[in-house]
């Protein structure tokens, strides 16, 4: 079977060039590891609020929970954590003869987990002409909001760690010139 191609989709594209900046990879694992947070949601709020639709709260939210939390449990972090504990079984193998084949299953986990993530934000993009706009002051202060209340939802209190690291990530979303027609 082959894998099908992706249509276009500007929030994939932005959540590639912020991911890739310097320090935003590691800022957004950070965020992930301390709040149980999906990545995905994160750059979409940087990605939604700097298009200046506002900030995104409840209704909005449920919204995107409802659509894309099954998904992410469900396939990304399934696969990230088989990926994860291939690892470990590497560094804590006694066998150099089944290493390479442990690898290249571990190769081909992080490809299925790409495909899922890419998959994730196809849903998410698609379900920006859905969202109702919120508030709007400025984008990094939506933002920041939106993000607080994500992290919030989680269950989780904003801490000063995560103000640092949500800062990396704005500052690099701030460089991306983002379309303001969000239409698909």
Not at 49 to 73: K, M, P, T, Y
Request: glycine share 6%.
């Amino acid at each position: 079977m082959t894998k099908p191609k992706f249509p276009d989709n500007p929030f994939w594209d932005f959540s590639l060039a912020v991911y890739g900046q310097e320090g935003v990879a590691p800022a957004c694992l950070r965020l992930q590891e301390r709040n149980a947070a999906d990545v995905n949601i994160l750059l979409f709020i940087c990605w939604w609020c700097g298009a200046g639709r506002g900030r995104l709260e409840g209704a909005a939210f449920q919204i995107l929970s409802d659509n894309v939390d099954d998904w992410h449990q469900s396939y990304v972090r399934s696969k990230r954590g088989l990926r994860t504990q291939l690892k470990e079984n590497i560094s804590e193998s006694k066998s150099d003869s089944v290493t390479p084949f442990v690898e290249a299953l571990r190769h081909q986990i992080k490809t299925s987990e790409l495909f899922a993530e890419q998959t994730e934000q196809l849903m998410l993009y698609r379900l920006s002409e859905t969202l109702p706009a919120g508030e709007v002051s400025s984008p990094s202060d939506d933002s920041r909001e939106s993000a607080k209340f994500y992290i919030a939802s989680l269950g989780n209190i904003w801490a000063v760690e995560d103000e640092s690291d949500f800062s990396n990530l704005v500052s690099a979303a701030e460089g991306w010139e983002i379309s303001g027609d969000l239409k698909i």
